[in-house]
C-alpha cells in the first residue's frame, strides 16, 4: 500500500486534517476539546511550529500550520500520539482513535494561503448547519474577529495584514469557499500539493527517490490532469483521425492514437 506523500522544508505551510477510525468522534465533549487545544500550546514551544487558523468538529480537525523548522512528521507525531493517549485515558478505553496518518496538503503561500483559512473557518458552519461561521466555539474564526481573546499560541497577523481591518477579513470570509477550491476539497482524493505547476514542480524536486515509489499515487495526483475526451481530440486532430476510431478497439488492428492516449492518460 502507498504511503501518503510528505514533503518538508523548512517555511513550509500546510493545511492538516484527520479524522476518528471509521468516522468515529474525537471529540465527545468540551474536555476532549480542551485537551486537543492544550495540545497547540505544547507543539508551539516545543517544535517551533505555528498554528495560522484551526477547527476541531465531531469526529475531525483542521489546522493551518506554518513550519520555519521544516519537522512537520514529528509535530504531528506529538499532536495525534498525545491526544490519542489523553483522549483514551479520559473516556476509558484504548487502541487507536484516528483512521491512520493525517492528510497534509502543502500550500503554496501568495495564492492560497488565504482561500485556505476561509475553507477552515468556514467547515464547521458548512457541517454543522449554523447561521455564521462565528457561532461555532471550537475554531480560531472568533479571534480572528475579536470576539474571544486570541490566545497565545495562534497567529492571525500574516493572514490579516492582508485587509485593512478585521471586517475586511470577515467580509471575505463571507463570500464563501470558491468554487476551485470546493472541487478540490470534494474530490475522492484530493491532491497533496496546492499550487502553480511552478510551485509543484519545485516541492517534488526535495523528495528522494525512495519517497517517490512510496508516494507514486499522490504524485500523480499533484499534476493537473487534462480531460479524457481533450486527449482524445487532440491526439485525433494530430493524426487527422476521428475520435471515433480512437476509441473503438478491433482486435489485430495497430490503433497508433489509440495508443498514445492511453499511454498520454496513463503517465
Known sequence: MSRPLRIEYEGAWYHVMNRGTNRCKIFLNNKHYHTFIN???EITSLFTTEIHAYC???????????????????????????????????????????????KALLIEENSYLLQVSRYIHLNPAAKNNLKTAEDYNWSS????LNKEERPNWLCTDRILDQFNNREGYYEYVSCGVDKQIAEIYQRKHCPSILGSEVFKSQCLEKLNWNKINESLPDIKRC???????DVINKVAIYFNTSSKNIIDSRRGVENLPRILCMTILWI
Do not use: C
Open 56 to 102: 476541531s468538529m465531531g469526529n475531525h480537525y483542521h489546522l493551518l500550520l506554518h513550519t520555519p523548522k521544516g519537522n512537520l512528521s514529528r509535530i504531528m507525531r506529538h499532536l495525534d500520539g498525545v491526544y490519542t493517549q489523553r483522549f483514551n485515558k479520559l473516556a476509558k478505553r484504548d487502541g487507536s482513535l484516528f483512521r491512520g496518518r493525517y
Open 223 to 229: 499534476k493537473d490532469v487534462l480531460p479524457i475526451s
Open 141 to 144: 474564526y472568533r479571534a480572528y
Open 39 to 41: 495540545l497547540f500550546v
